[in-house]
């Protein structure tokens, strides 16, 4: 008892010892707690599907649809990076994706991170980060705005070409160490409600031939800075979207570098988003 007295006695009165052990709980405890805490969740190492394209195309509206079944909320301009959690049916049973949310639902299933990111220009780094960040990323859906993409196709192409070539890169990295697992893009053509928006097959063409051009232009760039084409290295090799030296670009080429391109319209407005969705199912 007077062991006890005494020991109360010592940490009640103030003195340097004590003050210091003191100080030192308040500070570690916290980090600790968060180690622990950011150590031990689940979430690092779900699968991911990366949202991106140019703003106003329809990403945030798609993510809170699939997240809400709802088509109907009102979306602002993003200025960050936002996930949810999702899940797949994975026993091949018809599964729609209104259920997408729900983590009780019948038969086995499988969740998945889906990644929104902004579309302003000077926002895109973080975007463009994600597809080599070592999280397992799964697929990419490109979505843009097909009721616009006449006025749009240059920034639309310009995009998605920095898109495709970072997923190239991603795979050209593979041949000397460890081959990373092939990421496919879907291009979500969005907005089929309106009447001025494009077929996909038009969709299709149409970037393919502005990414051709944009393409020509950028290599251009190359042989103004004093070289040749046939004196390119591979490290000019590598800044080639597409088979190398080939006069047209079409998504086919992707294929060499194991990146499949589907291009796929829908509609979040009307909700007629199915088809990305089973996109999504098959990726994760
Ligand atoms: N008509 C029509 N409008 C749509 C459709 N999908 C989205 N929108 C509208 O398009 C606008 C932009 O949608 P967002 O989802 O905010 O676009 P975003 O791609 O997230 O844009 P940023 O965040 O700026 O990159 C909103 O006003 C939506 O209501 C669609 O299928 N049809
Ligand atoms: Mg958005």
Not at 69 to 72: P, V
Not at 134 to 138: A, C, E
Not at 187 to 195: Q, R
């Given at each position: 008892m007077d062991d006890l007295k005494h020991y109360l006695e010592y940490i009640l009165t103030p003195s340097t010892p004590v003050f210091v052990v003191g100080a030192l709980i308040v500070l570690l405890v916290p980090i600790l707690v968060h180690f622990y805490i950011s150590s031990a969740t689940p979430y690092t190492n779900l699968p991911s599907i990366l949202l991106i394209g140019p703003p106003g195309a329809g990403k945030t509206s798609l993510l809170t649809l699939l997240e809400r079944?709802?088509?109907?909320v009102p979306t602002h301009t993003s200025q960050i990076t936002q996930s949810v959690e999702l899940t797949v049916s994975t026993d091949g049973g018809i599964q729609s994706f209104r259920d997408a949310a729900r983590d009780d639902a019948p038969g086995s299933h499988k969740k998945f991170m889906l990644v929104d990111t902004p579309g302003h220009g000077k926002l895109r780094e973080s975007a463009m980060a994600k597809i080599n960040a070592?999280?397992?990323?799964?697929g990419v859906v490109f979505v843009l705005d097909a009721s616009a993409l006449d006025e749009n196709l240059q920034a639309t192409a310009n995009y998605l070409f920095d898109v495709l070539l970072a997923l190239q890169k991603r795979m050209g990295v593979g041949k000397t160490s460890k081959a990373p697992h092939a990421v496919h893009l879907l291009?979500?053509?969005?907005?089929?409600?309106?009447?001025t928006a494009l077929p996909a097959s038009l969709v299709k063409s149409n970037l393919e031939a502005e990414l051709g051009r944009i393409r020509q232009s950028r290599s251009k760039g190359l042989k103004a800075s004093g070289v040749a084409v046939g004196e390119m290295d591979d490290e000019d090799n590598e800044d080639w979207l597409g088979e190398y030296g080939a006069e047209k670009f079409a998504f086919s080429q992707m294929r060499e570098f194991d990146v499949e391109v589907d291009v796929v319209g829908g509609s979040v407005l009307e909700g007629k988003v199915d088809k990305w969705w089973d996109w999504i199912s098959e990726r994760v």
């Open positions: 079944g709802d088509n109907a070592n999280d397992p990323l799964k291009l979500a053509a969005n907005k089929a409600d309106l009447f």
